[in-house]
């Protein structure tokens, strides 16, 4: 059965089809150009992004959409892995035409897959060329597993090759081990000083609610997207039984009004989160700061073992 596929390595979900700035060609293009995008953008032009309301999220190479419509240029999706208050099927926006392809043959449920688990990795041709670089979670259907390099299928049907040193592989996505808290926050530690990007959800930026889902999803969880959908699933825990893996809300007005920011519990009261426009992924002690006042909720979505 046809499906259609992500074909670049970050594709981004635009609020509107005519919401990129001439100035966004590099992340609409096919190819893309994802680092030399946001090297180009200053602290205004990015922060524009969150304030005018420009971008909803991002998908990795390879994920799978469900096409509605097409105007102009792009195709207005669903976004089938990220869950969303916005739509009951999965995070909706538009997406350039160019960076999704159909493909007649896309297995990631029940056949072997690779998971890309460094940060960013080459996506190598089978004449050993490089063609992209991929993103930590992206996922691919292997079609060999060598010693030093996985054969993977590509959305444009034809075979890459992956460092076996950069990839797992499952038997397929139900076969992702669940982590523990412990390993959210391990796979966290590993993006400490990434730039926060708002909709960011891949190794060149992340916003906040964009890193708890990865960082949950690389340890087996499917969470919803944004933080106010995270704050109303998983296991509510007490603001004073805290454990590192667990999710902590802020909300405005010294956390009785409407949550705005999600990150990870560290332990030893500290906050790993990605904060804001202009800052970079970290861990910091909330103690004395807004971060204690505005603190509202905790949820918990990783499994002990026995559970």
């Known amino acids: 059965m046809s499906k259609y596929v992500i074909n670049v390595p970050v594709a981004t979900i635009w609020t509107s089809y005519d919401s990129a700035r001439i100035l966004d060609e590099k992340a609409i293009s096919n190819p893309t150009d994802i680092k030399s995008w946001l090297d180009s953008l200053n602290f205004e032009t990015r922060l524009e992004l969150c304030d005018a309301n420009l971008i909803q999220s991002q998908l990795l190479y390879g994920q799978e959409v469900l096409v509605l419509e097409e105007k102009e240029n792009y195709f207005h999706i669903i976004a089938l892995t990220q869950g969303s208050s916005k739509d009951d099927r999965g995070y909706p926006g538009w997406v350039p035409k160019c960076q999704i392809t159909k493909v007649a043959d896309w297995k990631l449920e029940d056949s072997p897959v690779a998971v890309v688990t460094s940060n960013l990795t080459t996506l190598f041709s089978v004449e050993d060329k490089e063609l992209l670089e991929l993103s930590f ?147 910091l002690p909330m103690e004395n700061t807004i971060y204690e006042k505005e603190l509202c909720a905790a949820r918990r979505y990783w499994q002990k073992d026995g559970e």
């Not at 292997?142 to 950069?166: C, R, S």
């Not at 995270?230 to 454990?243: F, R, S």
């Not at 705005?260 to 861990?283: M, Q």
């Open 137 to 283: 979670q992206t996922i691919l259907p292997v079609v060999e597993n060598g010693k030093e390099k996985v054969k993977v299928q590509l959305p444009d049907e034809t075979l890459g090759l992956l460092n076996t040193a950069d990839t797992s592989v499952y038997d397929g996505l139900s076969s992702i081990p669940k982590g523990s808290g412990t390993d959210i926050v391990r796979s966290g530690e590993r993006f400490l000083g990434l730039p926060y990007l708002w909709g960011g959800m891949s190794g060149f930026g992340m916003d906040c609610s964009g890193f708890s889902y990865t960082m949950c999803k690389a340890n087996g969880y499917i969470i919803p997207r944004d933080a106010h959908d995270q704050a109303k699933e998983g296991e509510a825990v007490p603001l004073n039984a805290l454990e590192p893996g667990d999710l902590l809300f802020f909300a405005y007005e010294e956390g009785k009004g409407k949550i705005h920011h999600v990150g990870i519990y560290y332990g030893d009261g500290k906050l790993l989160h990605s904060p804001k426009t202009g800052r970079d992924i970290e861990i």
